[in-house]
Each structure stands twice: as C-alpha cells, then as structure tokens.
C-alpha cells in the first residue's frame, strides 16, 4: 500500500511541476502565486531544509527525491511551438538540445531581454538585435552560427504554444505514465514477488533463523505462506505460546515491508543494524497481533 501512496505523491508533485515548468502557463493563477512566492522559476530543483515547508517545498522536495533516482521530470516535457508569443526563447525547454541560455551561454550574456519570447525574438531584424553588442570571434562567433543553424528550422504558425508530455504519444500528461516510469527506474530487475519478499530473501532468512533459534524451534525451509502455515501448525508448543511465536513472525514481515519500501522510494536507506533493532522494539511493544489482519493479504 504505502508503494502506491508514494508514487501517487510523486506523480502528483510531477503533475504540478509539469504545468509550472514553462513560462507558456503563467498566466494561470496558481502558478503565479508560487513565482510571486518563490521566484520566477518557482525553486524548481532545489531543495529546502527548513522544519517547517509549505506544501510547495513539499512538493520540490519529493522531487529531489526522484530526481536523486535518475528521474527528472524536466526530461520529458517539451513546448510544442505555436506563434512562440508564451514561451521564453532562451528559458523554455522548447528545443530537443535543452535550454538555449545553457547550450549558448555566451550569447546568453550579450542579451539585453533574457525574457524575450521566441516569437518576439524572431520577429525582430535579426537575432543580434536585442544584444548589447555583436558577437565577436572565436567561442561567440562559432554559438552565433549554431544558433543561427539552429533557428533556421523553426517554423511559427497562428496557434498558441502546448506544453507536451513525451511519455505519451498524444503528449498528454498522466499520472498513470510516472508511476509507470517510476517503476521501471526504480525496479529495473522486475517486480518483486510476495514470495521472494516475505520468504527467500537473505534478510528474511537471516531474521527467521534468529526468531526459530530464540524460541528454540527447528528451521525449515519455507517458500510460501501456506507452507509457513502448516509448519506453525505441526509445531509442537502451548497455545498461547505458539500465537506469541506467530505474532512474532508477522511483526517481521511488517517490518520487512517497511524496510523494503523505504529502501526504494525514500533518500535515506535504514541500515539492517537499525532494522533488527526496530524489530525487538517492536515486539516488545506488542504490534504482532495487530498487524496480522493487515498482512494476510499481502503475503499470502
């Protein structure tokens, strides 16, 4: 469960980064809040340190976290150019290059009007004319050529700019789309199963023999939770004891759950020392009986 509720939170941070990240959709009144707030380019890509964090760096947060993993959402968002009078011609992510102010950053300092929009900017004489002076040779002149190469392929036409998700082929952003990216970054080598999870692991194994070595009951080897189940059953021990054994072993299992989900989705990993030791703090508070209804499912 909390795998779904944490890429649900990712895709939803993508989702409003999606819209936030290019100037095209300013105009919309919550994106202007967050740049009246936290500056034009919303803090995107920092990360705050603050106790207390708005929902926003909340949001900017998770993200790190992604972005941490190989996963930037910048990457698969582009500006299908219309009349490129509402995207920033040298800010936007409107070229498959990346950001012209970052691929020309010579000429990106000859610019009076860093602001300009693609379609302003084209229309003026020429593409030096709103430069404090004209290129001159050597690493100017060669991004002069390129970037002249490179604007003459663009081509306007009378509609308006569309900010488009490369994920889907219609270029409609959906949530359903990160979380499928999420899994396929996070968990190149598949899905894991329950069973691998709850029975074949080398931590499992190594917590169950501690558990069986404790309340001195002989290993076996166990693959699934019906097998598990008929070995609980044969095992010779008083009632009462043999429920405390069982919670005990569901106490494991939540645990390992716990430990396996933030190992995947969280920044700071827990160690195995602090693992064990969340263990027998646990059974010593008494949780095994009550997560017991919540695991069933899951493992079986």
């Avoid at 070595?213 to 076996?220: F, K, N, T």
């Avoid at 405390?244 to 969280?266: A, H, Q, S």
Wanted: charged letters at 25%.
């Amino acid at each position: 469960m909390k795998n779904a509720v944490k890429k649900f939170v990712y895709a939803t941070a993508t989702r409003q980064l999606f819209t936030l990240s290019t100037s095209s959709f300013a105009s919309i009144l919550w994106a202007s809040v967050i740049k009246a707030i936290h500056g034009v380019d919303g803090n995107i890509g920092k990360c705050s340190t603050t106790s207390n964090k708005s929902c926003w760096e909340n949001i900017l947060n998770e993200v790190k976290v992604l972005s941490n993993k190989d996963i930037d959402f910048l990457k698969y968002t582009r500006i299908r150019l219309g009349d490129g009078e509402s995207t920033v011609f040298w800010d936007d992510y409107w070229n498959e290059g990346g950001k012209l102010k970052d691929l020309f950053p010579r000429l990106y300092n000859l610019e009076t009007s860093k602001g300009i929009t693609i379609g302003r900017k084209l229309a003026q004489p020429n593409l030096i004319y709103s430069f404090r002076r004209t290129p001159r040779g050597g690493a100017e002149r060669v991004q002069m050529e390129e970037l002249e190469q490179l604007i003459n392929s663009v081509r306007l036409t009378p509609m308006a700019d569309i900010l488009i998700w490369t994920l889907d082929s219609a270029g409609i952003f959906s949530m359903a789309s990160v979380r499928t990216l999420i899994d396929n970054k996070m968990l190149r080598v598949g899905v894991e199963t329950s069973r691998h999870l709850f029975f074949e692991c080398g931590m499992v194994k190594q917590v169950s023999h501690l558990i069986n070595r404790w309340w001195d009951v002989p290993d076996m080897e166990i693959d699934s939770y019906d097998t598990w189940k008929t070995w609980l059953s044969i095992i010779c021990m008083h009632s009462t004891n043999k429920k405390m054994f069982e919670g005990v072993y569901y106490v494991m299992w939540w645990l390992i759950w716990n430990f396996r989900n933030k190992k995947i989705f969280e920044a700071k990993v827990i160690l195995k020392a602090i693992f064990l030791m969340m263990f027998y703090v646990n059974l010593f508070i008494g949780v095994g009986l009550d997560v017991k209804p919540r695991l069933v499912g899951t493992i079986g």
